[in-house]
């Protein structure tokens, strides 16, 4: 059963390389605008044999969990209190909505201004981007828990932390989870995206090497190491997550 | 001593075309330790009554007293079990039990030997490891109520709980409930559309009108204990609260 | 060996992996600048491709001095606080040139109307001197009301739109100019430094942090002098440098440019430590024109380094003039 | 009531702007790195008073509606179609999951190839960044159904597309406006992202100039109108809609 | 005729800590236009019949032939009544019971006169236009047996269709249900609690053992109608299905 889906899956992707390298054979674009898997897989394979695509990926997945883990601490806390307390969530919350139409790489010139070109610069940058779909998220998941749960629950004694903890937060749990995907995804997004932008290592510096220097291919060699690793966290941490909070709804 | 009195107790809701008057001044008494079933027709708001008792909705007009004083939000005093469960998914069968005695800050131990004892009374022991998606209908809404009683609270509101168990298991629990009030001495409100289970329970049976609705009726049961469903000198009584009620449906 | 030492002090150099930027390239590569200071001096190098993000850079302290064109180098000192960035010295001259697609039929300024062209980011040396241009010449973009199309986009999205024949002609520094002309047929219309007084103007300056100077002159002072050996290397060494330039791409871009390119792209600048100050404020002059230096005029004085009070540094500023 | 909170919003800006003006008196940063609210408010001024920035605000908004308007549709289909087709999940859900993880930015080098310095670029980063959030939010929208709803549907005859628009996309809607409220912040952030870095007209292109001619102050004001035109549209559009359903599911 | 038949249906449910055999070998042969009323203990599996025979839920074992023709989904020839209602949410309490003759094309008039029969049979004719949050627990249900008999099909298969009823309200409609059978000779399977309920209604009566349960007995009713719910005369009836009940009940 899991061994066919995966079956599937390799059939379906070996079919996406094979058309894309018969487009790329039959030289309906030049190919330094379109190149053959052959030469992205070409230049992968040299970049992983000098180490560079290694490091690229190691400092850029180490600043996204610094910054995932901040977006999703304060975007928690931020939602919960935007959907209990009504007058945060009619000032704070309008805020959060503008801020979270901001997209990152608006963020990058006020970021080298406060935090120079530093870690520090692109985490911020990272965070910014994602905590506000986690903010939302988790906003949204908690209005839409089912009244009779936080009623039963308080009639029952529960307040406080204890209310969110117990009821609130795995009520909302559902909800959540999507706002954590979508959050690790604007993370990732805003990490990679900081990076081509500040141009200081990690992936998105390798990206807009590529792009200087008019190399499509490495370009898109760069791009799928970062789907890969999108999928690879998506289909390791969350999909299990969801998957379990699923059953436990009797959703599946 | 007077435990609950419902003074002039009036409630609207509002629907797309029209302003609903749910309750039209509800007055009920109701001395510690009596146990009161309130019959009425279908949507005449005995559920919204039991709400307002509990803290969990507030009247238009009116208020609650509870020993006295004004009832102004909700309290494990008063441990309302709801009409459609409103169970955790997100918790096995014996942690939702347990929840208020977790909220009460009880240890572990003591919770587990707690919940087994009305685990066991209702016969879910078995099933303490699953979770609700799990289990039937008439299982949840056990769950429902050994979650309530685990509560220990001085008034417990019941909305219509027996209504989705089977003849034999609520034949079970009419006598065990009996058993319950009588060591107890617990003030029981008890919504149920079955009059013989009134009879059965009730130190008083409460009759609510159509809507509007007001308690037209407040009637004392003078039988003595234990009293079986299928006894046959409650039937004459029996007969008694449904003449009262006839009429009400009738009109809706 | 830079193990030993404690480096107490130490100097932010930020520069792009561009040949304009030759001195820092090389001097780095053939390590002049770490024998000349980096004894007690700890030299850490920044790569950047835009401007206004050294400038940025600069603003927040994270970069002490920096390779940069004038537009930059300009706006820095305005909108610093206190003025405090400022040119240390020149780096490079020329090198950029007006390429004209070879589908294009532009053969002067006659055939702008209706065309697409296409300068680097706004503001920068490249921009300011089209628009000037197209003004000298009674043509106005289109967003003025006027009927050139000038698009602003980075070099590597010019060479994209090249190969893809969407746009009439570009105005773009070395090497992009020469990669447009022998790799994608473009056609040199002019030289820039054709359209320039004296037929040269400054491209590429160092400048620097006005409080990091004060503090650290010895320094400074150290870095200019092997400023000046490196441009020496350079104008006697052409092969070499095209072999150490390409060396450096290869390593930290994981890719070189063609010989042909590099060669071509080296003759067309030259290396040199005169920042051409009448150039730089010609082209403040033509900045401001366009709106660029902000709506409340702008005053250059004080743009070089140079404080009479301090013997040393009159001494390391004048060697240049 | 409503007056009360327009006040209560008002007070909040008036205060945030209050203290940010004594921020920047206090002279803590300097002013290049942090500019006054008059400042900015002077710039605002200015870029209005010459038309560029109406001009600027209608180019983004119409690229906008284009893109949102095929993230949306495309966003809906393929989300809907993940959900219930196993295969279809297994395949391409996979891929819109890496796909998802490319930030916006990393699409221009390939846009401009594919289309050109042209509107429709743009269009295409706005309508990527966009589509895949909708995609995700439909799914998990979709698969979090209360599982009755479909089986009470397909058994009184529903099927095919008569299940989609009458059951899947109503029942799902309350995840799926929380995917439109993202896909539009994808969206947003798309378009001012893309004119950014194709510096094409549009807010974008302002704020590449702000940023060109290292003018802090145009930066953060054209930072503010995105923020403004944010939180307009999600007030007049995505708020409305989402009142609605949140009440029509009796959730309010 | 035999319009339904029954084969040896059994089926497993997943426990964490164990598998549950809920149903054990289930035979039943139900005539064109019989009444068979199901009655057995809580947690027995009725629902899960009333589903497989719905198509619902796939039986691990045995068939369910209708017509003679095995069952392998869903069809509204086979209407359910769910026990928990699973009314739409989105739509007002008229849409919900015109649902099933929107899917089947039925012209918005047509609709209407039919809905409207079937509304006022349930007394609900004043909340057409509310949404279903807005209606108490029995009258969710009136709407839920609406949608059924609205559909008009060859079965009918009710899950405590009376369950949340007041008694007076199901008195009436005890009377209404065979009326509707005698006119329309539908084919019904009808769970029940309450023995007096089956008693009334059904030709024949299958009592369900504990799990893994098995019709333990198909007793039928021999009284003329129409029968009232206070007819004493059916008293010895029901003490009989009580009698087959009880060790049930005790077993579990
Ligand atoms: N949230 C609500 N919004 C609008 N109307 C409501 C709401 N809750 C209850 N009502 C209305 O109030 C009336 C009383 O409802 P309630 O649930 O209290 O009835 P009930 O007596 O418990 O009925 P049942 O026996 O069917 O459970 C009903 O007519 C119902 O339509
Ligand atoms: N989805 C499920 N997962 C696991 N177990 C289930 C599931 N659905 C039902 N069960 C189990 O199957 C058994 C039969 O359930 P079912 O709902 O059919 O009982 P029922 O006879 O309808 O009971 P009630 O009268 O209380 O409604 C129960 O023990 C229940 O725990
Ligand atoms: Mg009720
Ligand atoms: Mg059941």
Redesign the interface.
């Known amino acids: 059963m899991k061994k066919n ?1 995966f079956l ?2 390799i059939a ?1 992707y070996i079919i996406i390389v094979v058309v894309w390298q018969l487009f790329s054979i039959s030289n309906i674009w ?1 190919n ?3 190149p053959s898997p052959y030469e992205v897989g070409e230049d992968l394979v ?2 992983a044999a ?1 180490g ?1 695509l290694f490091f690229g990926i190691g400092t850029s997945i180490l600043r996204l969990l610094v910054g995932l883990v901040i977006a999703i601490g304060g975007g928690v806390v931020l939602g919960i209190f935007m959907a209990r307390v009504e ?1 945060v969530n ?3 919350g ?1 805020l959060v ?10 963020w990058v ?2 970021a ?7 870690d520090a610069g692109i985490i911020f940058v990272t965070a910014i981007g994602a905590i506000f ?1 986690v903010t ?2 988790t906003y ?1 998941g908690v ?7 936080v ?8 307040k406080g932390t ?1 209310l969110v903890t ?2 609130l937060i ?2 909302a ?3 959540m989870i ?1 706002g954590f ?2 959050g690790w ?1 604007f993370a ?3 990490v ?2 900081a990076e ?5 290592l990690g992936l ?1 510096f390798l ?3 590529g ?6 291919s ?3 060699a760069i ?1 799928l190491i ?6 690879v966290i ?2 390791v941490i969350f999909k299990r997550l969801e998957d379990k ?2 059953s ?4 599946r | 001593m007077t435990k609950l009195e419902a003074k002039d107790i009036v409630k609207y809701f509002k629907h797309d075309s029209h302003k609903l008057k749910a309750l039209g001044g509800v007055n009920l008494k109701v001395e510690d330790g009596e146990f009161v079933c309130l019959v009425g027709p279908s949507g005449c708001g005995k559920s919204t009554f039991l709400r307002i008792v509990a803290g969990l909705e507030i009247p238009d007009e009116g208020q609650i007293l509870f020993d006295g004083k004004p009832v102004t939000t909700t309290g494990p005093e008063r441990i309302m079990v709801f009409q459609e469960g409103a169970l955790f998914p997100w918790l096995k069968v014996q942690d939702n039990v347990e929840f208020g005695l977790k909220m009460a800050g009880i240890p572990k131990e003591e919770r587990a030997q707690i919940s087994k004892r009305y685990l066991d009374m209702m016969q879910l022991t078995k099933f303490a490891d699953s979770y609700t998606y799990q289990l039937s209908t008439g299982m949840k809404q056990r769950v429902a109520i050994a979650r309530a009683l685990v509560m220990d609270p001085d008034v417990l509101l019941m909305d219509e709980p027996f209504a989705a168990l089977d003849a034999q298991t609520r034949d079970l629990l009419l006598v065990e409930m009996q058993l319950i009030w009588e060591k107890t001495k617990k003030t029981i409100l008890f919504v149920t559309h079955n009059v013989a289970e009134a009879a059965v329970l009730g130190t008083h049976v409460a009759v609510f009108s159509n809507r509007p609705s007001k308690i037209k009726k407040l009637m004392p049961v003078n039988y003595k204990r234990p009293r079986l469903a299928e006894d046959e000198s409650l039937l004459p009584f029996q007969q008694e609260i449904l003449s009262e009620l006839r009429p009400e449906v009738k009109k809706s | 060996g830079s193990g030993e030492t404690t480096h107490e002090n130490k100097i932010r150099v930020a520069y792009f992996p561009n040949i304009g930027h030759a001195i820092p390239i090389i001097g780095m590569e053939k390590g002049i600048f770490e024998n000349h200071i980096g004894a007690d001096t700890k030299i850490e190098t920044k790569l950047f491709d835009s401007g206004p993000q050294v400038i940025e850079s600069l603003f927040a302290g994270s970069v002490d001095i920096a390779y940069v064109g004038p537009g930059p180098a300009i706006n820095g000192f305005l909108k610093s606080e206190n003025h405090n960035v400022k040119i240390l010295s020149g780096a490079a001259s020329g090198g950029a040139s007006f390429i004209v697609h070879p589908n294009s039929k532009i053969n002067s300024a006659a055939d702008f109307t209706g065309k697409r062209i296409a300068a680097p980011q706004i503001g920068n040396s490249q921009d300011v001197s089209l628009r000037n241009y197209l003004s000298e010449n009674g043509l106005k973009p289109v967003e003025k009301g006027g009927s050139v199309i000038v698009l602003n986009i980075p070099n590597p999205d010019i060479y994209t739109l090249f190969t893809k024949s969407e746009i009439d002609a570009a105005w773009v520094p070395e090497p992009w100019a020469s990669i447009l002309v022998l790799e994608l047929g473009g056609k040199r219309l002019f030289f820039e430094e054709e359209l320039w007084p004296e037929k040269k103007f400054a491209s590429v300056l160092l400048i620097g942090r006005e409080e990091y100077v004060q503090e650290n002159l010895q320094v400074i002072k150290g870095w200019l002098e092997s400023n000046q050996q490196t441009i020496d290397w350079i104008n006697e060494n052409p092969e070499e440098t095209r072999i150490i330039f390409n060396q450096f791409m290869k390593k930290t871009m994981g890719q070189s440019l063609s010989d042909s390119v590099i060669d071509e792209s080296l003759s067309n600048l030259e290396i040199t430590s005169d920042p051409i100050p009448n150039s730089i404020s010609t082209f403040a002059q033509r900045a401001d024109s366009l709106g660029y230096l902000g709506r409340h005029g702008y005053n250059l004085d004080g743009i070089y380094l140079d404080i009479n009070s301090n013997s040393q540094t009159e001494e390391v500023f004048t060697t240049h003039d």
């Open positions: 889906i599937k899956k379906f030049p330094n605008i379109f040299f970049s000098d560079s007058i009619q000032t704070i309008s909505l503008g801020l979270q139409s901001i997209p990152s790489v608006a010139p006020l080298i201004l406060w935090f120079g070109l530093t779909a939302i998220n949204t209005k839409n828990i089912n009244p009779h749960f009623e039963a629950a308080r009639n029952m004694g529960a204890q117990s009821v795995p009520a749990f559902p909800y999507s995907k979508q995804a990732w997004r805003g990679i995206g081509l932008l500040f141009s200081f998105g990206l807009n090497v792009r200087q220097l008019n190399d499509v490495q370009v898109i791009m970062i789907m890969i690793i999108g999928v998506d289909g909070v699923m436990r709804w009797g959703l």
